[in-house]
């Protein structure tokens, strides 16, 4: 029995081009629809049908082909070839593909809630002293 990896694990590439793109599962699992737990149950998964693949894909922000020609060793490759000098903005290489692990609109409401939370304790201090003399 041999304890080698395989090296077209679909699931395992997935996973690694995720934690690259420094998403975690739950913030993959909410962009495709499902639960976290699906999402670790595919990276298990040594094949993917091709439809659901090309949604992950697209998730991540790459091709589907992408994911299935990923190893480690090119993106060794691939970011040794950059330089200090190659990156002529503050953005570097990678400036235009950043996106957000959170829902905008859940922090906007997240934000509200405290504030109006806060006013109820402003309110109900302001009765206390109103209370006292």
Same mark, same amino acid.
């Given at each position: ?6 090296p077209?694990h679909i699931g395992?590439? &997935?996973?690694r081009i995720?934690? +690259?793109r420094d ?5 993959l699992a909410?962009?495709l629809?499902m639960?976290?737990q699906?999402?670790?149950? &595919?990276?298990?998964s040594?094949?993917? $049908?091709?439809e659901? +693949?090309?949604e992950?894909?697209k998730a +991540?922000?790459?091709?589907?082909e992408a &994911? ?6 090119n ?6 070839t950059?330089h200090d000098t ?5 953005q570097?290489?990678?400036?235009q593909?950043?996106q957000?692990?959170?829902n905008p609109?859940d922090?906007?409401?997240e934000?509200?809630?405290? +504030?109006v939370?806060a006013?109820? $304790?402003?309110v ?10």
């Amino acid at each position: 029995m041999s304890t080698a990896t395989k090296p077209n694990h679909i699931g395992r590439k &997935i996973s690694r081009i995720r934690e +690259l793109r420094d998403m975690k599962q739950e913030a993959l699992a909410q962009a495709l629809g499902m639960s976290q737990q699906s999402i670790s149950t &595919i990276e298990n998964s040594e094949t993917i $049908d091709e439809e659901k +693949l090309v949604e992950i894909a697209k998730a +991540l922000g790459v091709s589907a082909e992408a &994911i299935k020609s990923f190893s480690d060793e090119n993106m060794i490759t691939y970011f040794n070839t950059f330089h200090d000098t190659d990156f002529s903005n503050s953005q570097g290489a990678f400036g235009q593909n950043h996106q957000c692990n959170f829902n905008p609109l859940d922090k906007v409401v997240e934000l509200y809630e405290r +504030l109006v939370q806060a006013e109820k $304790d402003k309110v109900e201090y302001l009765e206390k002293l109103f209370k006292g003399k």
